[in-house]
């Protein structure tokens, strides 16, 4: 059975912190390029981050750029998202998922298994 399991969501004031972890299991995830993706109520499901099975392809919606931070660490089988300087636009349902494919991709078509996604709400 393969599963993605996000977790690190949270409530969080404006310019707070958080991390989100993506876990794989049934599969091994360095044979993956991993995206992360976030939907807020009402708009359309948007790319966020995306690092490839090798780790040196790194792509980053220019609304997130030099806030978050993608990394991986195969040895346990889990990616990251580092979340800083948060503000209430970044407020969302965020997901992880895998792609068989190369390289990062913001097309969601391409992503084979998706977790359930964790709540992330920045608000004071």
């Known amino acids: 059975q393969l599963q993605l399991v996000e977790s690190g969501g949270g409530f969080v004031q404006p310019g707070g912190s958080l991390r989100l972890s993506c876990a794989a299991s049934?599969?091994?995830?360095?044979?993956?390029?991993i995206g992360w993706f976030r939907q807020a109520p009402g708009k359309e499901r948007e790319g966020v981050s995306c690092?490839?099975?090798?780790?040196?392809?790194?792509d980053y919606a220019d609304s997130v750029k030099g806030r978050f931070t993608i990394s991986r660490d195969n040895a346990k089988n889990t990616v990251y998202l580092q979340m800083n300087s948060l503000n209430t636009e970044d407020t969302a349902v965020y997901y992880c998922?895998?792609?068989?494919?190369?390289?990062?991709?913001?097309?969601?078509?391409?992503?084979?298994?998706w977790g359930q996604g964790t709540q992330v709400t920045v608000s004071s």
């Open positions: 049934g599969f091994t995830l360095d044979y993956y390029t």
């Open positions: 998922a895998a792609s068989n494919r190369r390289f990062c991709t913001s097309s969601s078509e391409v992503y084979n298994y």
């Open positions: 690092v490839n099975s090798r780790g040196g392809n790194r």
